[in-house]
């Protein structure tokens, strides 16, 4: 099974309608779309791209798919997601789901990053997910830098001591843990 799908699975399995998540990558919106019909009408989903054409995909993809959604788009950096999420995010969001890599169909040189992604990793753990909520990470190891953004997230899962399943599909991994 491909792990995006297998990451879909197994969120939908733990979101409830009513729960608000975070899409720390929306690229062109697949995983937001997926996240909005799971937590519903009431329930809200907090996007980040730092790229213009992923937004445009992604809001095309998400008045097909699901007009009616709560869903709130920043271009910006998942690294800034402090200054962007409202303080009823605190501790509440039942998931954050990053699918690291490049845009499928952009320009594969604009990829996340090491550094940010940890950042970003560190302030979805310890100030967005609420206690028992999911962490699904996509790492793809193929690009320029992506075998070290690959290893750094490895390290960080080491660092934060939870349980983490992880499943390899050759080159890919994907990470699921609940806090
Ligand atoms: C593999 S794609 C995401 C696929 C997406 N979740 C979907 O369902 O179509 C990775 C995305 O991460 C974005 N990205 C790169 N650096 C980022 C950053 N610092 N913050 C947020 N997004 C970033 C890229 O622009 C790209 O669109």
Redesign the pocket.
Known sequence: MRL?KLAKEQLSKFLQPGDSAI??????????VFLAMQVGLSGQIHG????DD?LIN?RQLIEKQAPESNVELYL????KMDKHLPDNMRSNSAAA?F??????G?NKS????TN??LM?LDLAWAKYLKPRGMLSILC?PGHPGGQEETEAVGDWLIKINAKVITTRSLGPVLHLVQK
């Open positions: 995006t899409d720390a990558t929306v690229g062109n919106g697949q995983d937001t980040f791209d730092i790229q992923a992604a910006a950096g998942h690294e789901v699918n690291l890599g490049y845009l499928p952009g604009v990829t996340t990053r940010t992604t970003a793809y």
